[in-house]
């Protein structure tokens, strides 16, 4: 559940787009996933990075349709088309199959938002090895609010004397040291 204060940053964001220094493009990908395995969302949904809610990926529902925000730590010409192509089916995957209450909790992630996941995202493994690999130190799954959390550390893995980040050794050895259950089902 979102506070007020971060309904409030994510609006802000929304309306204060930033630039995108990736690859490829973001909205064309959102589109071309959308008419292959959403043609029923039929509301605009938009596309936004942020630094908002500490979070690796979000939908936020409103009036006009819904907004897909995804972490600044992803908005890098590094990052492949394979994670991109996994976060936005797993929050366009939120438009189509609604959270519901498990053993007396409401989970955003039931079983069948995994399997059909699974089914539309092939990318799914590429995508996390990549995730564990380059990003997995500054993760925090936290599975009972279903999020993974990006830690402020983030900052130093695209730091601008590094534009390559961490170098890889090191990152292995940062995410091995901290010794955390893989997130893949940590939801996002
Ligand atoms: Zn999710």
């Not at 990075?49 to 819904?66: I, M, V």
């Not at 366009?92 to 089914?119: A, N, T």
């Not at 090895?129 to 925090?140: A, D, G, R, T, Y």
């Amino acid at each position: 559940m979102l506070s007020l204060r971060e309904l409030r940053q994510l609006e802000k964001a929304r309306r204060e787009p930033v630039l995108h220094f990736t690859a490829l493009s973001i909205p064309d990908m959102l589109d071309t996933i959308r008419q292959s395995f959403f043609a029923e969302v039929r509301v605009p949904v938009g596309f936004c990075f942020t630094t908002c809610r500490y979070s690796l990926g979000y939908l936020l529902r409103n009036e006009e349709g819904a907004s897909i925000f995804l972490h600044q730590i992803l908005n890098r010409p590094q990052t492949p088309r394979e994670v991109f192509g996994l976060a936005l089916k797993h929050e366009l995957l939120h438009m189509h199959i609604p959270p519901r209450v498990i053993s007396g909790s409401q989970r955003q992630h039931p079983p069948e938002f995994w399997d059909e996941e699974k089914k539309i995202a092939p990318e799914r493994d590429a995508a996390w090895k990549w995730i564990w690999e380059n990003l997995w130190f500054c993760l925090q799954p936290r599975p009972k609010a279903e999020r993974i959390e990006v830690l402020p550390q983030w900052k130093n893995v695209w730091s601008p004397e590094r534009p390559q980040g961490l170098a890889l050794d090191d990152r292995q050895k940062i995410a091995r040291k901290r010794e955390c259950p893989r997130p893949e089902y940590a939801g996002w």
